[in-house]
């Protein structure tokens, strides 16, 4: 049931008709919305239904044990929040992650001469289950640490859990933030129905105008997982491949995160800004303070302070950056290159801390027009840091890597061929200029609901342009969201 297809907007018509109808019976409107969210859930595959219950019933119940602990008992506490956390890792392990240990097993078995066998189990990862264990994770940790209380009401902490528009790609929501609003009648104003719809129809813009067109491009360079594209491309086909995936995963998830988010507010909730101009970073702190909000905030709340933060010295601070990023990226998925991903980007932010005192003392600039061409300038050299970064994320193998660097052991067998048409090339600078304009004027205004305040003549034509390029350009095919797989 994805968000591009007719069948989810059927779903949510109905949906959101009888929330409309139930807005100021918190309880009725409850167990309709915790209907809806299984049903939507167990579209993908019922059976997963049930381990998204069980779960959320072993937190709550985990939670109020918490919750109703005396704070001298500590060991007591501190043994149900790690069963807690056990369970959900053990969950989360098994069904992403032990395909990934068996074959590393056996792999390395073979290199060092062991005669090991073994058979990948086949084992179907559960659609959003990295997002929902992190909610129910950081909701128990946050009573464990006295943020809030512990939900009494299990229909509402349920409810919470399985809030279907961000149940399976985020915005991985807090309590803190998500659950009064759960506990509360909902708000259907003009003007949360207005928000509301102007923010699902820009993501859908995005998905099936944006994203979906400039994935040709990247599909020509990369292929696809199943079919990877043979032979070595000239160097600007992988420099431009790199670029299309760019624009490609950033207008897929911000667009998912925008209908989640548009739905949401149109039923009355408030969801998380999960993206903030990311592409617009200066360096590696500012870029994870704009990218999926959702989980650096997560990471840096639930990891890295957890491990000591920047509060053991300089090397100790520069290992749990580490050690936060490589997890960061172990959590996207269950490969070496993911792994390879964090350790880069925990690379950037470990030398950028390092730089940043001798950044601060001989590039602070006061001259108003030189600091905003430094500030281009860095916008412009770090996007390229983070472009060449997406080629290990995207992979899928180091095979691919390597073929896609033009160093292939024998070059002979893989001579360099190019894969980009000029209506593909088109297509990368149209989609580049377009994301471009739209994120400079939200930049330049420091306002990312600049368009609710543009004069109504204009925005009616931006409007009619956005459902014009969608008529014309949508791919309507219900294309995936690349970050339904993680």
């Not at 399976?168 to 509360?184: C, D, F, M, N």
């Not at 998830?253 to 998380?272: C, Q, T």
């Not at 060449?388 to 193998?397: D, E, I, K, N, S």
Request: glycine share 8%; proline share 3%.
């Amino acid at each position: 049931m994805l968000f591009n297809s007719l069948l989810f907007i059927a779903f949510f018509a109905v949906v959101y008709a009888v929330v409309c109808l139930l807005r100021n019976d918190v309880v009725k409107r409850n167990i309709f919305l915790l209907l809806a969210g299984w049903c939507f859930y167990g579209a993908w595959d019922w059976r997963f239904l049930f381990l998204l219950i069980g779960t959320s019933t072993f937190d709550y119940f985990v939670a109020r044990l918490i919750d109703d602990t005396d704070h001298a008992l500590v060991r007591r506490r501190k043994v149900l929040l790690a069963a807690s956390i056990a369970c959900n890792l053990l969950v989360l392990g098994f069904f992403k992650y032990c395909n990934f240990f068996i074959d590393s097993f056996i792999q390395l078995a073979h290199y060092i001469g062991w005669d090991a066998h073994g058979r990948t189990i086949d084992i179907l990862l559960p659609v959003g289950i990295s997002f929902y264990t992190f909610q129910s994770i950081a909701y128990v940790v946050d009573v464990y640490r006295g943020h809030l209380r512990a939900e009494r009401n299990l229909l509402h902490y349920a409810t919470f859990v399985g809030f279907f528009p961000q149940l399976v790609a985020g915005p991985i929501e807090r309590a803190t933030h998500l659950l009064p609003q759960i506990k509360s009648p909902s708000v259907i104003s003009w003007d949360n129905i207005h928000h509301g719809f102007c923010l699902a129809s820009l993501g859908m813009f995005k998905k099936i105008v944006l994203a979906d067109n400039v994935s040709k491009v990247a599909d020509a360079v990369f292929g696809t997982p199943h079919a990877p594209v043979e032979g070595t491309p000239v160097w600007w086909n992988t420099v431009l491949g790199i670029y299309a995936f760019s624009l490609q995963i950033y207008c897929d998830f911000s667009a998912y995160s925008d209908i989640a988010r548009g739905i949401a507010r149109m039923m009355g909730f408030d969801l998380m800004r999960n993206f903030d101009l990311p592409y617009l970073a200066v360096n590696p702190s500012d870029f994870w303070r704009r990218w999926h909000i959702s989980l650096s905030t997560w990471l840096r709340d639930y990891l890295y302070i957890a491990l000591g933060g920047n509060r053991g010295g300089r090397l100790a601070t520069y290992r749990n950056l580490m050690l936060t990023m490589v997890l960061g990226g172990f959590w996207h998925g269950a490969t070496w290159l993911f792994v390879l991903w964090g350790v880069y980007h925990g690379l950037l932010l470990c030398v950028h801390r390092a730089l940043k005192p001798l950044l601060d003392k001989y590039f602070t600039i006061r001259n108003r027009f030189a600091a905003g061409t430094w500030t281009v300038v860095r916008i412009v050299v770090f996007f390229q840091f983070i472009a060449f970064g997406w080629l290990l994320f995207r992979g899928p193998t180091l095979q691919n890597v390597a073929r896609l660097l033009g160093r292939s052991i024998d070059k002979a067998a893989w001579p360099a061929q190019n894969y980009l048409t000029p209506p593909m090339i088109a297509t990368l600078c149209a989609v580049a200029l377009v994301l471009l304009a739209a994120e400079l004027v939200k930049y330049l205004s420091n306002d990312h609901d600049v368009i609710f305040r543009i004069p109504v003549p204009v925005r009616a034509m931006i409007y009619a342009a956005l459902m014009l390029g969608m008529v014309i350009y949508g791919e309507f095919g219900g294309g995936t969201f690349i970050y339904f797989q993680f």
